[in-house]
């Protein structure tokens, strides 16, 4: 049976995925985002799973998957306006490419696949 110390393990991966995820998206490089978001996703619902069924604590806290208009969540994680600003940029990216809102995308899933800048 999953430990406490484990499950927590467990969110600081999932929080330091979503950091790096958001630091790609900070820096304009939106490859392959949408798809690794859903991942992230799949991931979330794992943590809150367990969490609910195995009755563990959140000692260290699971980051919110959406993050549309929190740049207070996004300056503590230490992204700067520019940079911010870039971030919201990957949402407007997932609406041209997939049609639908960020959380819309991620919640309805995607198929594995790789939207590219440039792509049709």
Known sequence: MLQQDEFDRFVESYNADYSNLLTRASRGDFTCLISSFT??????????????TLALEFRVVPYPLTFRGSDELLASLGFEAAEIANIY???DFVQKTQGKAFEQVILEGVPVKCARIGSP
């Open 89 to 91: 940029e990957f949402l």
């Open 39 to 52: 991942v992230l996703k799949d991931l979330h619902d794992v943590i809150l799973k367990l969490h609910d």
